[in-house]
């Protein structure tokens, strides 16, 4: 379910670390009253942990909440580090951070791709 990119209009990530210990309420209460957006708008919210290994994240499907998780074996999310913010992303940094890449990623090869031009 998290590797696909349907069901939800935009994408939103809770940069910094998140209490893992917080459910449905308690993340939807975030989404709302610390970044003044709709938990109940077809967007998925992401959160991670302090150790970076774990991720939740919220969706409302119209009729009920739908909470993930996914922990990852080995390995870390490259998660933003940006206290208490939050970030849209783009379906291609989406798929970065699923793949274990930096959200960041595009400036890098733009500017490959400007040097491969000139």
């Not at 696909?4 to 939807?28: E, P, S, V």
Request: with cysteine; aromatic share 12%.
């Amino acid at each position: 379910m998290l590797a696909d990119l349907g069901g939800f209009l935009k994408i939103y990530i809770a940069c910094g670390h998140t209490d893992m210990r917080k459910q449905i309420d308690g993340l939807a209460a975030i989404v709302s009253n610390n970044f003044n957006l709709d938990p109940f708008e077809k967007s998925l919210f992401l959160f991670c942990g302090r150790k970076r290994d774990r991720l939740k994240a919220l969706l409302w499907e119209g009729d009920g909440f739908l909470l993930m998780y996914k922990r990852l074996e080995g390995g870390k999310f490259n998660w933003p580090k940006d206290e208490r913010d939050v970030m849209e992303l783009t379906p291609q940094q989406y798929r970065w951070l699923m793949e274990g890449l930096s959200i960041h990623q595009k400036k890098t090869i733009q500017k490959i791709e400007d040097k491969i031009i000139l």
